[in-house]
């Protein structure tokens, strides 16, 4: 990374990226029109690349840009495209005393893991130069994680293939 | 001394991402919208690789970025098969809203 500017002008940089995250996260959940909830989930996980990069993860941070802002979000849109209906009542009120109490919980907890997680002390200086380039991490991946990288590409077909059959249409004129 | 996480402190991160996880359980327990539902859960990874990453810088340990790509693979696996049910439920169903899809109380 390139020195700064000024003392805390990261900081300014992290405040800002994490402001986007946290805005885009909000509208995506609260947007009527799905299309534009789409949109906003890509600008919240553009968002989340930048912060990988800020954490020397550089190779993530461009995996998230092509499979999740690129490929995923492709696929939501075209499913979105397919039933594109705007909801009358979007926000599920049924049930809202357990919800509310879901959601009294969801604060409670979420502010003493912000508790326990703020005292996580930082590392010291930088890490090594190789840290997070795609020559370690395929080192990582081939010699330790060799199994687990195998059983993804298995999963990536099953899902693929289950994902044909689930959505296939010829059952229903089977059945019409 | 130019690092982020050393000017800035790495529970900056770990809290923003527990901020995000919570945006996206709020998602999935308030939205009636399956699409929606599924989009506050590749949230929620989001978040937890921003975590599991966040704790690869702190370790210097490279392990937590396989760890996150590995999720990344699954997360794409599993937006693939949610969005083929949610198609195949508004074929037969004519909507996606998960308050209504009650046949299965019965």
Request: with cysteine; glycine share 8%.
């Amino acid at each position: 990374m390139n020195p700064a500017p000024g003392p805390n002008a990261e900081a300014v940089f992290f405040w800002l990226i994490a402001l986007l995250c946290v805005g885009g996260a909000l509208a995506t959940i609260s947007r009527r029109n799905a299309v534009s909830a789409v949109m906003c989930l890509v600008g919240t996980l553009f968002a989340t690349a930048v912060l990988y990069v800020m954490l020397y993860a550089h190779f993530i941070a461009i995996i998230q840009v092509l499979v999740y802002a690129g490929a995923v979000m492709v696929l939501f849109v075209f499913v979105v495209m397919i039933l594109n209906k705007e909801e009358e009542e979007p926000w599920a009120l049924r049930g809202v005393i357990g919800k509310g109490i879901a959601g009294a919980a969801l604060v409670y907890f979420s502010g003493r893991l912000i508790g326990l997680l703020w005292r996580v002390p930082s590392p010291r200086g930088e890490p090594p130069p190789s840290f997070g380039t795609t020559r370690d991490i395929a080192h990582e991946l081939f010699a330790g994680y060799l199994f687990p990288f195998e059983a993804v590409s298995l999963v990536l077909l099953i899902a693929v293939v289950g994902a044909l059959v689930v959505a296939h249409p010829k059952h229903e004129a089977h059945r019409e | 001394m130019s690092d982020v996480v050393w000017n800035l402190g790495i529970h900056h991160f770990l809290a923003l991402a527990v901020v995000l996880f919570a945006i996206g359980v709020v998602g999935v327990l308030f939205r009636r919208n399956a699409l929606i539902v599924l989009m506050s859960i590749e949230l929620m990874m989001n978040a937890a690789n921003l975590t599991v990453l966040a704790f690869a810088r702190r370790h210097g340990d490279v392990r937590g970025h396989a760890l996150a790509m590995i999720v990344i693979a699954i997360a794409a696996a599993e937006a693939a098969v949610g969005l083929a049910i949610v198609v195949g439920v508004f074929r037969a169903a004519r909507h996606a809203n998960i308050d209504r899809l009650t046949s299965l109380k019965h």
